[in-house]
T-cell receptor
Framework: KAGVTQTPRYLIKTRGQQVTLSCSPI?????VSWYQQTPGQGLQFLFE???????NKGNFPGRFSGRQFSNSRSEMNVSTLELGDSALYLC???????????????FGPGTRLTVL | GIQVEQSPPDLILQEGANSTLRCNFS?????LQWFHQNPWGQLINLFY???GTKQNGRLSATTVATERYSLLYISSSQTTDSGVYFC???????????FGTGTRLKVLA
């Protein structure tokens, strides 16, 4: 079974631009989560989607948004990029648990975003 | 919200040595995972262990949920074990994992 895939793997943008990152979960997984990793803040939760519904959102400004499609693929968008948005963005998928519950996560290789 | 603390923050070992990494958490959890992050940033699943003990080769883990801690044991360490080890927990109904700050392990040949 193929793992979680993320595209693109590397991205360079300039301040003020916007960016869209894509994540394809493991086949059969319906929960997709996004995390931001920076040297200063560590790994921080962005949002989680299940069956096209956002079930939780982390403490990030409204410039960060996401969505999930009917095939469980997910995208996240960052508008009006700032230098501080430079980070590794990680996507994870989780298999169905009891009553749509949440359990083990499997991570993709990440998208490394550099904002100049 | 729940706090996750990992210790030690840094660890340097000679090849062949054993080590214990600790993860303390401040509230009851229903999910707990240990990861190894390789130099390219990939998070590799080591254990999904909300309670009990598991072993996988030279690695083993124990979670004592009632006392809110988990331990990761690495025996006969190898240089390929180098990297950052993260503990992550999730509480019921939150649909998110909270990560610790990690333990950076360096194994010397």
């Amino acid at each position: 079974k193929a793992g979680v895939t993320q595209t693109p793997r590397y991205l360079i943008k300039t301040r003020g631009q916007q960016v869209t990152l894509s994540c394809s979960p493991i086949s059969g997984h319906r929960s997709v989560s996004w995390y931001q990793q920076t040297p200063g803040q560590g790994l921080q939760f962005l949002f989680e989607y299940f069956s096209e519904t956002q079930r939780n959102k982390g403490n990030f400004p409204g410039r960060f948004s996401g969505r999930q499609f009917s095939n469980s693929r997910s995208e996240m968008n960052v508008s009006t990029l700032e230098l501080g948005d430079s980070a590794l963005y990680l996507c994870a998928s989780s298999p169905p648990g009891l009553a749509g519950g949440y359990n083990e996560q499997f991570f993709g290789p990440g998208t490394r975003l550099t904002v100049l | 919200g729940i706090q996750v603390e990992q210790s030690p923050p840094d660890l340097i070992l000679q090849e062949g040595a054993n080590s214990t990494l600790r993860c303390n958490f401040s509230d009851s959890v229903n999910n707990l995972q240990w990861f190894h992050q390789n130099p390219w940033g990939q998070l590799i699943n080591l254990f999904y262990i909300p309670s009990g003990t598991k072993q996988n080769g030279r690695l083993s883990a124990t979670t004592v949920a009632t006392e809110r801690y988990s331990l990761l044991y690495i025996s006969s360490s190898q240089t390929t074990d180098s990297g950052v080890y993260f503990c992550a927990v999730s509480t019921s109904g939150t649909y998110k994992y909270i990560f610790g700050t990690g333990t950076r392990l360096k194994v010397l040949a």
